[in-house]
């Protein structure tokens, strides 16, 4: 299996612009994750889906992003319009989600720089 | 709640010396525990988990045992190598269906 794969690996932009990261998780898999990582807050999970279903959004910071899962093998996370606060590595991630033995498959991450 | 903690970072180690990082969790009920490893540039990736009670995980020479009565799954290596250099978390996913915590994550740095 290819593992998670996300696009594009690097994004520089100026604020104002809309920004979409993309998310192709594990085939199988039946649930995906969104962080982002920086360093002054860490690993912060922004939003889940579970069958294509978002099940917890609270992480997201605000209005400006938004998430989609049209279906079981592709995920966006858009950013409209994009600050330099938002500048982060934004990571996929996806798992099986069966009882306590879930264990969560993480992509490469979208490094993105707003300017 | 639940949450992690690590110990504060960054650690520094001279190559072949013992590794330790301590990682203890509040959590409902009895969560599976996990560390996770951050290269540079890359994503995390899964080091070793544990999923009950006195279970040790292991990998790559990296070992941690869940301990119950502390809350604790410290991290150990008998040896570090210049390739381990990383950060690593800690993380628990409980039991009742709520999301994975990481822990803020441990810079480990070897020098040759």
Known sequence: ??????????????????????CKPISGHNSL??????????LELLIYFNNNV???????????????????????????PSEPR???????????????????YFGPGTRLLVL | GNSVTQMEGPVTLSEEAFLTINCT?????YPSLFWYVQYPGEGLQLLLKATKADDKGSNKGFEATYRKE????????????????AVYFCALRPRDGQNFVFGPGTRLSVLP
């Open chain 2, 70 to 85: 502390t809350t604790s799954f410290h991290l150990e290596k008998g040896s570090v190598q210049v390739s381990d250099s």
């Open chain 1, 33 to 42: 994750f969104w962080y982002r990582q920086t360093m002054m807050r860490g």
């Open chain 1, 1 to 22: 299996d290819a593992g998670v794969i996300q696009s594009p690996r690097h994004e520089v932009t100026e604020m104002g612009q809309e920004v979409t990261l993309r």
């Open chain 1, 54 to 80: 978002p099940i917890d959004d609270s992480g997201m910071p605000e209005d400006r992003f938004s998430a989609k899962m049209p279906n079981a093998s592709f995920s966006t996370l858009k950013i409209q």
């Open chain 1, 86 to 104: 938002d500048s982060a590595v934004y990571f996929c991630a996806s798992s099986f989600r069966e009882g306590s033995q879930e264990t969560q």
């Open chain 2, 25 to 29: 969790y509040t959590a409902t009920g």
